[in-house]
């Protein structure tokens, strides 16, 4: 197949600078470019060329300069609408649909949704528009598959379920020594550590995390909060939240050590820093990939039951949900439950790897995306 894959427009790929989309494309498309030609496009950035080629020569990327969304859509079609494609994915961005159609009016076009946030925004009308030109939508779990098709039940059969992978050799369990030397460069050697990994915005919920932690601390003092990631991939500066959260953690009396950005090809170590992961999100998740990464490394976990993490984390065997998500008390009685039983995180974390293997690796899940795309470019044909 001749593939080509836009990414949505503010971060480039591959993804130095991060980017859960930017990663998860990456993971799909340089994986399929082994067997396919794929030709990416994504942002510009002053530490990559505007076009690259790889090695073998399947997967060619190509870099827009951001100025705005319209802009960019539309010279990325002005450099491409030459070439020919079996099949175009673009991803989180719907509003890109009907620059792409008018570029390649024949060509089977995909929309790819990581969240609810993008089509949503939108009115039922110019959702209904925008969805006339997709060939299909892939959704990275059921929930949010379902959500759209009651929305728009004139695109219904349209949207597809197409569940995300981990890298299970990249993320996996480690030895007491590596965890050891990696705690001992952060200085948390001495803590009990609960992870949280992420973009540190009010909806990820970390402020819930410092309360549950404070509460925790009164049965243990060990207990610390490890929070890895920033505003923004990339962004250094601290805004009023985090600003907002080191106070909340300071008047409640707990530690909390910032990271800071942490690129994509060091975050998997970051997952060896914990104790217990957490992901105390606020709002209705897409497939949350640091769930999955956390059970991949063989981190038990405690996560808001939102969204896709319903159809990621099966609770008491993989990870424990919450139901009172914004509940502080909630967090700390299920952190305290793996605290005080070293027989459930045991079961827990083994739990979760053995899940991850057998149902989120990358190779099953680049088949699955493999097959949709044949049977769009098959319908398309046969019409």
């Known amino acids: 197949m001749r593939i080509l894959a836009i990414a949505p427009d503010k971060l480039p790929l591959p993804p130095i600078k991060g980017g859960s989309v930017e990663t998860v494309m990456h993971n799909f498309f340089s994986r399929m470019a082994?067997?396919?030609?794929?030709?990416?496009?994504?942002?510009?950035?002053?530490?990559?060329?505007?076009v690259s080629r790889s090695a073998k020569g399947t997967l060619l990327y190509y870099r827009i300069p951001y100025k705005n969304g319209k802009a960019y859509i539309r010279l990325a079609m002005k450099k491409l609408q030459r070439r020919n494609f079996d099949i175009i994915q673009v991803d989180n961005r719907p509003t890109f649909l009907p620059v792409i159609r008018k570029a390649f009016p024949g060509t089977?076009?995909?929309?790819?949704?990581?969240?609810?946030?993008f089509l949503s925004k939108l009115s039922k009308r110019q959702g209904n528009n925008v969805l006339r030109h997709a060939d299909g939508v892939t959704c990275v779990v059921s929930?949010?598959?379902?959500?759209?098709?009651?929305?728009?039940?004139?695109?219904?059969?349209?949207?597809?379920?197409?569940?995300?992978?981990?890298d299970t050799a990249k993320f996996r369990p480690r030895s007491e020594a590596y965890k050891t030397k990696i705690r001992k460069k952060y200085g948390l050697s001495a803590s009990y550590n609960l992870l949280f990994v992420g973009r540190i915005v009010p909806r990820k919920g970390l402020h819930t995390l410092v309360e549950a932690a404070a509460l925790l601390r009164k049965e243990d003092k060990r207990v610390a909060i490890v929070a890895v990631?920033?505003?923004?991939?990339?962004?250094?500066?601290e805004t009023g939240y985090?600003?907002?959260?080191?106070?909340?953690?300071?008047?409640?009396?707990?530690?909390i050590h910032f990271t800071g950005y942490i690129s994509p090809n060091r975050i998997h170590d970051m997952?060896?820093?914990?104790?217990?992961?957490?992901?105390?999100?606020?709002?209705?998740?897409?497939?949350?990939?640091v769930n999955s990464e956390a059970m991949a490394s063989g981190i038990p976990l405690v996560a808001s039951a939102r969204g896709g993490i319903l159809e990621v984390v099966e609770d008491g065997r993989s990870g424990l949900l919450v139901e009172?998500?914004?509940?502080?008390r909630a967090f700390a009685d299920a952190l305290s439950r793996i605290k005080n039983n070293p027989e459930l995180a045991k079961q827990l974390?083994?739990?979760?790897?053995s899940r991850v293997v057998a149902r989120f690796g990358w190779p099953e899940s680049v088949r699955r995306l493999e097959a949709y795309y044949q049977s769009k470019i098959q319908h398309s044909e046969s019409t």
Request: hydrophobic share 40%; charged share 20%.
């Open 108 to 117: 089977p076009i995909v929309l790819s949704l990581h969240s609810l946030h």
């Open 324 to 328: 009172a998500y914004k509940s502080p």
């Open 271 to 289: 997952y060896h820093l914990a104790d217990i992961f957490v992901c105390p999100t606020q709002y209705k998740e897409g497939f949350a990939c």
């Open 349 to 353: 974390s083994s739990g979760g790897r």
């Open 143 to 166: 929930a949010l598959a379902d959500t759209f098709k009651a929305r728009y039940p004139k695109h219904a059969a349209k949207f597809e379920p197409m569940l995300l992978g981990v």
């Open 34 to 50: 082994r067997t396919h030609n794929v030709t990416i496009v994504s942002s510009a950035h002053p530490r990559l060329p505007r």
């Open 229 to 237: 990631g920033a505003s923004w991939p990339g962004v250094k500066k």
């Open 242 to 255: 985090i600003k907002k959260v080191r106070r909340l953690a300071k008047s409640l009396g707990v530690p």
